[in-house]
Structure formats: structure tokens, C-alpha cells
């Protein structure tokens, strides 16, 4: 075991707080410019993965998908302030009763998740997530997290954000994309690497059907925010 000399502890203090004190900077500025890359993009990319994105504003992005990712991520969005407590306290029931302990993270947590902090489960790194999302649920808003959140999520092996998915895998730009396409989309989210939007198994085709219908009942606007 390396001995932490009053150097050493000196040293390792300053990363600490440079490691905090970056991504804090980057929250307001990424309120207005793209993030060039996200840490998931660089670990993939270290990985072998290539890395194809191209951001595109929320307006050039078919009001379909936002539908989409709602119906299937985050049916709260509209109406939460970064964290969907009743999904919350359904997950935790649910792993009480003897099920599987289940996913509640936000749209906004996603979000925060991917722009800032390293794919895990640790505690560590859901506390710096929660931080993340009150950050960004005050100063970004729910337009911009849509945004941000449908440029920057990983679609498939080296694909990134709802332009280079929609082009990879139906030949046309995220704004074209049709109900039926976003709703296939959304539906690989959970495991981008293993499923196709294109060509979907039985279980994704499932999903698909169930997105779409409930797509019918999210409600929004002509600019794609939250009525």
C-alpha cells in the first residue's frame, strides 16, 4: 500500500476537487453550446467502437421521437423536477416483494448521467447524478434536457444522438422520422448494443407495440415541450 505523504494527500486533493469543480463549469455552458463528447463516448471509443454523432436542434428533430422516449423512459417528465418518486417507490415495492429491483431513473437523470459522470452503480456516482439533475432541471430547463438527452444517447455501436441512429438505421434524417421509427427507436434504449430498431426480435417488437400506443396519451407542444 503507497503512503500518503502530506505531498501526496496535497496532490490528491487538488484532483479531487478539480474532478468536481470541471463538470460543475460545464453544466451552465452546456446550457448553451453541444457537448463535444460525453465520458460514455470515450470509454466506447477506447473500446472500439467508432463514435458517429451530429447534433441537431430540438426543432430539426421529428416531435415523434420526444413522444417516444417519454412514453417508454419517463412518462413523468413533464410534470417531475428531476426525480419520478412514485416510480421510485413502485421499484422499491416491487424488489421487496421478491421481484427484480428495476430502473427509476429520470429522463433528467439519464441526462445529467451521460454528460457528466462514467457509466456504474456505485454509490458515489449516483449521489454525483442526483447533484447532476437538480443542476440541470434548474438551470437547463426540460426543453434544453430533451435536447441534450436526444443528441448525446447511446443508439448502437458508435452511434450517438437521434440523427446518426436515424440515419443509420432508416436511411433518413431524425426530422423525417415517423411515428412508427421513433417508437422503435425508444424501444432499444435499455440495451442499444444488443437490440436493432430496424430489425427487432420478438421481446423489442413487443416493446415497440406498447410505445406506440402509449405515445397517444403524451401530451406536447407544436415546439416539442412540456404543455
Request: with cysteine; hydrophobic share 50%; net charge positive.
Amino acid at each position: 500500500m503507497i503512503a500518503l505523504t502530506p505531498v501526496r494527500r496535497r496532490l490528491l486533493r487538488r484532483l479531487l476537487l478539480a474532478l468536481t469543480l470541471v463538470p460543475l463549469a460545464l453544466v451552465p455552458l452546456y446550457r448553451l453550446v453541444p457537448p463535444p463528447a460525453t465520458p460514455l463516448m470515450l470509454i466506447r471509443l477506447a473500446e472500439g467502437f467508432g463514435l458517429h454523432k451530429q447534433w441537431e436542434p430540438l426543432e430539426r428533430i421529428s416531435p415523434h421521437l420526444a413522444r417516444a422516449v417519454i412514453a417508454s423512459e419517463d412518462a413523468r417528465f413533464c410534470t417531475h423536477h428531476g426525480f419520478d418518486w412514485h416510480a421510485i417507490d413502485t421499484a422499491i415495492d416491487t424488489y421487496e416483494d421478491g421481484g427484480r429491483l428495476r430502473g427509476a431513473s429520470t429522463i433528467s437523470q439519464q441526462t445529467a448521467k451521460n454528460a457528466f459522470l462514467w457509466p456504474g452503480r456505485s454509490f458515489l456516482r449516483k449521489g454525483l447524478e442526483a447533484g447532476f439533475t437538480v443542476l440541470i432541471e434548474a438551470l437547463w430547463g426540460k426543453r434544453r434536457i430533451m435536447e441534450v438527452y436526444l443528441n448525446i444517447i447511446e443508439w448502437g455501436p458508435g452511434l450517438y444522438g437521434a440523427e446518426a441512429a436515424a440515419r443509420a438505421y432508416f436511411h433518413k434524417p431524425a426530422a423525417a422520422l415517423s411515428w412508427a421509427e421513433a417508437a422503435a427507436l425508444a424501444a432499444v434504449l435499455p440495451s442499444p448494443l444488443r437490440w436493432s430498431p430496424n430489425h427487432p426480435g420478438g421481446y423489442v417488437a413487443r416493446r415497440i407495440h406498447i410505445i406506440e400506443m402509449r405515445m397517444a396519451a403524451v401530451r406536447l407542444d407544436r415546439d416539442h415541450l412540456c404543455p
